[in-house]
C-alpha cells in the first residue's frame, strides 16, 4: 500500500503511546481513528457494568489525547465490515489496520472481518499489540519449533532473552485530517452502568505502575501472597484495555531491575513481577494458537472429564455463602469491586472444580459478569490450569483446602473482615478448624452470627473427587 489514509480501528488497545498497530497503520498513510460499537460489544459490556464504566472513561480519555493532536476519534455503532467499508469509501482509504485477538470469539471475528474487507478490495493489517513479545515470536526461538508453548517453564525460558520491541514515537503518527462527524461516545448508562468517575485510561495505568515499582513491587515476592496487604499491581483491567502497552510494562520492571540501590531481596521480587507479566504473554500465546481452548480443555484427554454444570452448593459459591470465609471474601472482593486479589482467586477457583465438583466454564462465565478485566483468553487458560485441564503448568487438580490457606495468607483475617462483614466481631480463633458438623464451632460462630454453615465437609469431597479423577485417568 502507498501513502495515503489508513483507517486504524481501536479494539483493546485504548492509547496512543508505544501502540504497535498505530505503528504499522501509520507505516502505510495518515491514519483515521476509529472505534466501533457493534453488538457482541454491546451484549459483553451490558452483562458486565463495572467494565462498560472502565472500557467508556478510557475512551473518552483516548478521544482527549487525539484532540491534543488535532483528530478525534470516529465513534460508529454497526456491523465491523460495513462500517469500516463505509468510511474506506468517504475517506479513500486504501487498508484497515486493528490489533489480534487472542480468544476464539475474537479471533474468529479478526478473520471474517479480514476476509470481508480483503473481498471489497482493502488491505487488512491485524499486529500484535497486547503481549510484549508476539506469539509467533516466542513460537520462533522454540528449539522444537510448532505451534507456541503449551507448558510456561519453557516459555519463559525463551521469553526473558527475547528483546521487547518500542513503538514509543507516538509524535511519528499523522493522524488524518476529515470532516467526518462522529456518533457520541458511548456512555455508562447504554450498558445499564451507573454514571460514575472510573480510574480508566493511560494516566491512571501509569501512575498505577509507577506507584508500584516504587513500592510494593519490591516485596512483591511475599507481599504478592498477602491478601490484605494489596501487594499486587492491579494492572490487569489497564493491560486488558490496552491503556498501558505490556512492552512499556516489561521495559519499566527491567529498568527498576537496573537501579544500582536495591537489596538482592527486592531485585528478586522485580523479576518475579516480570515473571507474571510473562504469564499473560504465555496465556496470550496459547489462545493464538489453541483458539479452541476458550470453550474446551487444552488437554484433550480431560474434554470428557465429568464435571457438573450445578451443584446444590453453587448459588451460595456464587454468592459468597459457602461458609469457608476465604472463598467467601475474595468472591465478595471481586462483587464489591471488580476485581479479587490472585491468591485468593486460585483457591476461590478450586472450591468450585473440586469441592463442588463444577465445570471451569461455569466459574469464569460468573467472574466475568464482575470483573473489570477484559481478557477473555486470561480468564479461559487460568481456569483450565486450576482445573488441571489446560496448560502444563503442573497436569494434575490443583485442589486447595480453603481453611489451610486462609491460616496461610491471612491469619490475622484482615482480609476476611473486610469482606466477610458478619465474621467482622468474631475472633478469628474461632474460625480455626472450621467444619460442617462441628457443634461447639456452630455455637461459637454461627448460632450468634447470620454467617452460613459450611456447604460441604472439605477433606471428604476432596477425597471424593481425586478417587473420581483417578479412576477418569486410569480408564
Ligand atoms: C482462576 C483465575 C481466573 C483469572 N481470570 C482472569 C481474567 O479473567 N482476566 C485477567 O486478566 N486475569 C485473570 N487471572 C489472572 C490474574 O489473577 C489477574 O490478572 C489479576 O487481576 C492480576 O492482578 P494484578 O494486576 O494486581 O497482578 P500482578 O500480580 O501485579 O501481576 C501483573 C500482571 O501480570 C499478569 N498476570 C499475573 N498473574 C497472571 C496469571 N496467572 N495469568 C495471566 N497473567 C497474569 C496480569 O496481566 C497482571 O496484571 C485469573 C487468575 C485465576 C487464578
Not at 297 to 305: G, N, P, T, V, Y
Request: charged fraction near 25%.
Amino acid at each position: 500500500m502507498t501513502s495515503g489514509t489508513c483507517i486504524y480501528r481501536f479494539t483493546r488497545d485504548l492509547r496512543i503511546e508505544d501502540h504497535a498497530g498505530l505503528a504499522q497503520a501509520a507505516a502505510h498513510g495518515d491514519v483515521l481513528p476509529v472505534f466501533i460499537v457493534d453488538r457482541a460489544l454491546e451484549a459483553r459490556l451490558a452483562h458486565a457494568p463495572r467494565r462498560a464504566a472502565y472500557l467508556c472513561a478510557a475512551l473518552d480519555a483516548l478521544d482527549r489525547a487525539l484532540r491534543e493532536r488535532g483528530s478525534h476519534l470516529l465513534v460508529r455503532r454497526g456491523a465491523p465490515g460495513a462500517v469500516l467499508k463505509h468510511l474506506a469509501r468517504a475517506c479513500a482509504a486504501r487498508g484497515v489496520a486493528w490489533s489480534a485477538s487472542y480468544d476464539a470469539a475474537g479471533a474468529h471475528a479478526d478473520e471474517r472481518l479480514r476476509s470481508e474487507l480483503e473481498e471489497a478490495g482493502l488491505r487488512a493489517l491485524v499486529v500484535h499489540d497486547a503481549p510484549a513479545i508476539a506469539p509467533e515470536e516466542s513460537a520462533a526461538a522454540r528449539p522444537s519449533g510448532g505451534n507456541g508453548y503449551r507448558a510456561f517453564a519453557p516459555y519463559f525460558e525463551v521469553w526473558r532473552t527475547l528483546a521487547v520491541p518500542t513503538y514509543d514515537a507516538p509524535l511519528l503518527v499523522r493522524f488524518a485530517a476529515s470532516d467526518l462527524q462522529s456518533e457520541p461516545l458511548p456512555q455508562p448508562n447504554e450498558f445499564g452502568a451507573p454514571d460514575r468517575a472510573c480510574d480508566a485510561g493511560p494516566s491512571a495505568a501509569r501512575a498505577a505502575l509507577a506507584h508500584f515499582l516504587q513500592g510494593a513491587a519490591l516485596q512483591y515476592a511475599a507481599g504478592a501472597n498477602v491478601p490484605s496487604d494489596d501487594g499486587t499491581s492491579h494492572l490487569s483491567a489497564h493491560l486488558s484495555f490496552g491503556a498501558i502497552s505490556a512492552r512499556g510494562a516489561v521495559r519499566a520492571t527491567l529498568e527498576r531491575i537496573e537501579d544500582p540501590f536495591l537489596l538482592s531481596e527486592e531485585r528478586a521480587s522485580l523479576r518475579r513481577y516480570l515473571r507474571s507479566l510473562a504469564m499473560r504473554d504465555f496465556f496470550l500465546q496459547l489462545g493464538y494458537f489453541h483458539p479452541e481452548s476458550g470453550e474446551q480443555a487444552l488437554q484433550e484427554k480431560m474434554r470428557a472429564f465429568p464435571f457438573s454444570r450445578t451443584h446444590a452448593a453453587l448459588d451460595a459459591w456464587r454468592a459468597g455463602q459457602t461458609g469457608f470465609p476465604l472463598v467467601d471474601a475474595g468472591i465478595r472482593q471481586l462483587r464489591e469491586t471488580g476485581w479479587m486479589h490472585p491468591q485468593v482467586r486460585a483457591i476461590a477457583a478450586s472450591f468450585l472444580c473440586f469441592d463442588l465438583g463444577v465445570d471451569w466454564r461455569v466459574g469464569r462465565d460468573e467472574w466475568d459478569r464482575y470483573l473489570i478485566e477484559d481478557d477473555p483468553a486470561l480468564a479461559s487458560g487460568n481456569w483450565q490450569w486450576i482445573a488441571g485441564v489446560g496448560a502444563d503448568l503442573v497436569q494434575y487438580p490443583r485442589i486447595f483446602n480453603p481453611e489451610k490457606q486462609r491460616r496461610r495468607i491471612d491469619p490475622s483475617g484482615l482480609y476476611v473482615k473486610r469482606y466477610v462483614h458478619e465474621l467482622a466481631h468474631v475472633p478469628v480463633a474461632a474460625w480455626n478448624g472450621l467444619r460442617a458438623h462441628d457443634a461447639q464451632l456452630s455455637l461459637a460462630l454461627f448460632a450468634t452470627e447470620s454467617y452460613p454453615q459450611p456447604v460441604v465437609d472439605h477433606d471428604a469431597v476432596a477425597r471424593a473427587f481425586l478417587a473420581r479423577y483417578r479412576a477418569f485417568v486410569a480408564g
